[in-house]
């Protein structure tokens, strides 16, 4: 089962870059100090890049950007763990699937290289991109993801609002509508939410939500989403989830 450190995002409001997971992050990272930076979820590569390699480098951590050519491999290769940034879910698989490098990435990080995303990278970690909130900008090959874990994932959860009068969709919503559809499980992780998992061989040894939610009088850091039973809020250990098995585009 592969090491994954998963990001609801990467940037709380008024703070800079990761200043709310530092702790976290480098305890997953343990002493590894090279870095594999995805940034196929952003338009400009180089400059989304150079930011992250900012903010690790103030930590004496090295980050190189993984190219979307044939020198992924190699960056892929030199580095102790990866990480997979956050921006629009539609785009990151799709430059995944068209150069090779979903199936790449999947089998080194199953493999034993740990794994670090945030939004977008915490999105394609689950079977598919189905419960991404982004607009589909691009149209991938398929909604295939990595599948490091069996339910889904919504990062950037938000809790509708009693106060507010918008008479729109809410995330809650689009979720249920989801599990109209699929009895898959979904895990929503609020803004300041991470998701852990602790592997060991093929087996889940332990998950744990951690981190603390932003958003004012949010009830919990994480919810879940199950067919059959009302939304159910879950902190700590939540390894179960691990025991249920995906059935997609099965309606009720």
């Known amino acids: 089962m592969p090491e994954l450190l998963l990001l609801s995002n990467s940037t709380n409001h008024g703070r800079d870059y990761l200043d709310h ?10 002493g590894r100090d090279t870095i594999a930076f995805v940034p196929f979820a952003g338009g400009d590569h180089d400059a989304y890049t150079a930011r992250v390699a900012e903010a ?3 930590r004496g951590i090295r980050v190189t950007g993984v190219p979307a050519d044939a020198g992924a491999a190699r960056v892929l290769d030199e580095a102790q763990a990866v990480f997979v940034g956050g921006g629009n879910t539609f785009r990151l ?7 090779g490098l979903l199936d790449d990435l999947r089998d080194r990080v199953i493999a034993g290289l740990p794994y670090m995303g945030a939004s977008a990278g915490t999105n394609i970690t689950a079977p598919t991109l189905r419960t991404t909130n982004d607009m589909p900008i691009v149209e991938p090959a398929s909604f295939t993801a990595l599948g490091f874990v ?4 919504n990062p950037h959860y938000l809790d509708a609002d009693p106060r ?11 979720l249920t509508e989801f599990l109209e559809a699929n009895d898959v499980d979904v895990l929503g992780l609020r803004e300041g939410v991470h998701l852990r998992v602790e592997g060991e061989g093929s087996d889940v040894v332990r998950a744990t939500v951690g981190g603390a939610a932003v958003q004012p009088d949010a009830p919990g850091p994480a919810i879940v989403f199950r067919r059959g039973t009302s939304p159910f809020e879950v902190s700590g250990e939540v390894t179960d989830l691990f025991a249920r098995t995906p059935r997609f585009d099965h309606p009720v």
């Open 21 to 30: 997971a530092w702790k976290d992050v480098e305890a997953f990272l343990g």
């Open 150 to 153: 069996p339910f889904q994932i």
């Open 164 to 174: 507010s009068t918008h008479n729109g969709e809410t995330r809650q919503t689009r």
């Open 93 to 99: 698989v799709a430059t995944l699937q068209r150069t």
């Open 56 to 58: 690790f480098a103030a």
